[in-house]
């Protein structure tokens, strides 16, 4: 399935960068204007259709889903079309910041998900299931131009709370050829019809300061009334066709749309979402833009040298650092030194 999934992505990619060419090019930023533009909210925040409310302490901020969409497409460079309901992020740090991180925020409506096998789960069987899974998959990605993978290991168990109908985990990802190890964090909140999927990403040396930020973003998240798991109806809504163990296996991916079964892809690194996904994608928007905007300058320059008048200057680009002051272009290099992107696209 991740085969297919791959290809199609590299088709998606193709065809977005195919689009970028003929779509009118926007003003660009730079990394302190982005930034500004952002706008938060704090405090209780209702999730778009009403289906859940954050209340936000102090130390977190929510960003709508356009704000999230340029976050995950324009700083950290992940391909266009991503449907949230908007983003958790850190206050003590900004988005463009090695310090800075995030919590995307979905919805999969696919019924309501019974934990009857709460109890009973071998999660050391289903974590070498799932490391047998990553690795037969290496091969075919090695193929195709992508790192391979390994599934370290649990960066912590999978924990259930019965009471509040909340699971997480967290998993440690290494992928070939790089020293910085990804921490795939995983949130469920269990409801009436579906399931709240919260997942943040960052580096393993960021370990300590997420398990301890993603404590705080279990507490305050829940549902509304009348989407709570306790306000199931047998008689008139439906049961979904997996469990708690399908959830942290990746059952639940077999259902999603298009994107989300792209981000299902994406989980294992987040150096990987550079690498692979904007060399396919981003670097072909880029690539693009930027043989477009070159054709127009010197389309400009010709015009203003026959008017006898100068050129316009360039204007800054939010891939483009204009000194050693600036607080950070949201166009990393993509090496495998260089620290990920704090976004986690996982749709375990």
């Given at each position: 399935m991740i085969r297919r999934l791959l290809a199609l992505l590299f088709a998606f990619a193709l065809s977005c960068a195919a689009m970028a060419q003929e779509a009118p090019a926007s003003a660009p930023q730079n990394a302190e204007q982005f930034l500004a533009s952002l706008q938060y909210q704090d405090g209780q925040v209702t999730l778009?259709?009403?289906i859940a409310t954050l209340n936000l302490p102090a130390g977190f901020r929510y960003l709508n889903p356009a704000d999230t969409?340029?976050?995950?497409?324009?700083?950290?460079?992940?391909?266009?079309?991503?449907?949230?309901?908007?983003?958790?992020?850190?206050?003590?740090?900004?988005?463009?910041?090695?310090?800075?991180?995030?919590?995307?925020?979905?919805?999969?409506?696919?019924?309501?998900?019974?934990?009857?096998d709460a109890a009973t789960i071998d999660y050391a069987g289903l974590l070498k299931d799932m490391q047998a899974s990553v690795n037969e998959d290496n091969e075919q990605r090695r193929k195709e131009g992508y790192r391979a993978m390994t599934l370290v290991g649990w960066a912590e168990p999978p924990a259930y709370d019965k009471a509040a109908h909340k699971l997480y985990w967290a998993k440690e990802f290494s992928a070939e050829g790089a020293s910085v190890h990804t921490l795939n964090y995983n949130i469920r909140v269990l409801g009436r019809e579906g399931v709240l999927v919260l997942n943040a990403v960052a580096g393993m040396n960021q370990i300590?300061?997420?398990?301890?930020?993603?404590?705080?973003?279990?507490?305050?998240?829940?549902?509304?009334?009348?989407?709570?798991?306790?306000?199931?109806?047998?008689?008139?809504?439906?049961?979904?066709?997996?469990?708690?163990?399908?959830?942290?296996a990746g059952g639940v991916a077999a259902k999603l749309g298009f994107f989300g079964k792209l981000l299902a892809i994406l989980i294992a690194a987040k150096k990987l979402v550079i690498l692979a996904v904007a060399a396919i994608g981003g670097w072909l928007f880029k690539l693009f833009g930027r043989r477009k905007e070159q054709r127009a300058a010197a389309q400009e320059a010709a015009q203003a040298h026959a008017h006898g008048a100068q050129a316009p200057a360039s204007p800054v680009s939010l891939d483009k650092r204009e000194d050693e002051a600036s607080t950070g272009a949201l166009d990393q290099p993509a090496s495998p030194e260089a620290k990920p992107p704090t976004v986690s696209l996982d749709k375990d």
């Open positions: 778009p259709g009403g969409e340029r976050v995950l497409h324009d700083a950290w460079g992940n391909p266009p079309g991503n449907q949230t309901l908007g983003m958790i992020v850190p206050a003590n740090a900004t988005v463009l910041s090695d310090e800075g991180w995030g919590v995307i925020i979905t919805y999969d409506k696919d019924g309501h998900v019974k934990d009857d300590d300061s997420i398990k301890r930020e993603m404590k705080q973003v279990t507490a305050f998240t829940d549902f509304t009334p009348g989407n709570r798991y306790a306000d199931f109806n047998a008689s008139t809504d439906k049961v979904a066709e997996y469990g708690l163990a399908a959830l942290i």
